[in-house]
């Protein structure tokens, strides 16, 4: 009994130190700063990565703490938004958290990184010995969601925020700013998942990457030529 009376200790004391690593102060920091540098110079993040991966074994963070301040600002957002709806019920508001956290930011992230990362690893690795045996990780292709999603968020979410009545109204100016705004935000997340595949030295062909915001153009002409509302439908997903 003694020894498993150890490993079970050992175990614990493993488990503390990682749950420590994972909150340090010190990461918490560089998180927003990164956040930070997405909304003002993206470029300017995957630049660093790229410099602290002579430094590491990965190209993907190595602590939660970008996505645990991401789902804070987001549980923060699903109180407003449910306000501004008079979501009374904590059920009600419970729904709209867990929607926002957990399928729209979470699952949808995961869902996308599996199919980038395979996409990346059979069509656009390059070719050699050099390259064999370099892959995109999994961390890496969701960190490139997280990136992505933080100034989609910050635009769909946070600055339309006081101008939902506006935006959210029927008259075709409207439906055409509402429209604009969600095809821009929806363009940066396609542009700066690109800027993370675009780094790693074992891909060609990222270009390809930035082929969606043609088509997002197609859907933003045709929603706003029919007076479809972008805005209107965020909503109905979201909060309604």
Same mark, same amino acid.
Do not use: C, G, R
């Given at each position: 009994m003694i020894p498993?009376? !150890?490993? %079970? !200790?050992r175990d614990t004391q493993s488990f503390s130190e990682v749950l420590k690593k994972q909150i340090q102060y010190e990461n918490f920091l560089n998180s927003i700063s990164q956040m930070k540098n997405l909304?003002? /110079?993206?470029?300017?993040? +995957? /630049?660093?990565?790229? !410099?602290q991966k002579q430094f590491q074994d990965t190209w993907g963070r190595k602590d939660c703490s970008f996505v645990l301040i991401q789902m804070f600002f987001i549980? @923060? %957002?699903s109180i407003a938004y449910s306000v501004c709806f008079r979501i009374s019920s904590f059920v009600g508001f419970?729904?709209?958290?867990f929607k926002s956290i957990f399928i729209n930011y979470l699952l949808f992230g995961i869902f996308i990184s599996m199919i980038l990362r395979f996409l990346t690893n059979t069509f656009l690795r390059k070719k050699g010995f050099l390259y064999s045996e370099q892959k995109v990780e999994m961390r890496y292709a969701f960190d490139v969601h997280c990136n992505s999603y933080?100034? +989609?968020?910050?635009?769909?979410?946070i600055i339309v925020y006081p101008f939902i009545?506006?935006?959210? %109204?029927n008259s075709l100016f409207s439906i055409f700013i509402g429209n604009f705004i969600f095809t821009f935000a929806m363009s940066c997340y396609v +542009? @700066?998942?690109f800027l993370g595949y675009k780094i790693l030295p074992f891909l060609h062909k990222t270009v390809l990457f930035l082929t969606p915001i043609a088509g997002?153009?197609?859907i933003f002409l045709i929603f706003s030529l029919s007076r479809i509302s972008m805005v209107k439908i965020f909503l109905a997903i979201y909060f309604l």
């Open positions: 498993l009376v !150890e490993n %079970s !200790e909304w003002i /110079d993206p470029q300017n993040t +995957y /630049d660093q990565i790229k !410099e549980f @923060i %957002s419970i729904k709209v958290a933080f100034p +989609y968020f910050m635009i769909t979410h009545p506006f935006i959210n %109204s +542009y @700066i998942t997002l153009l197609i």
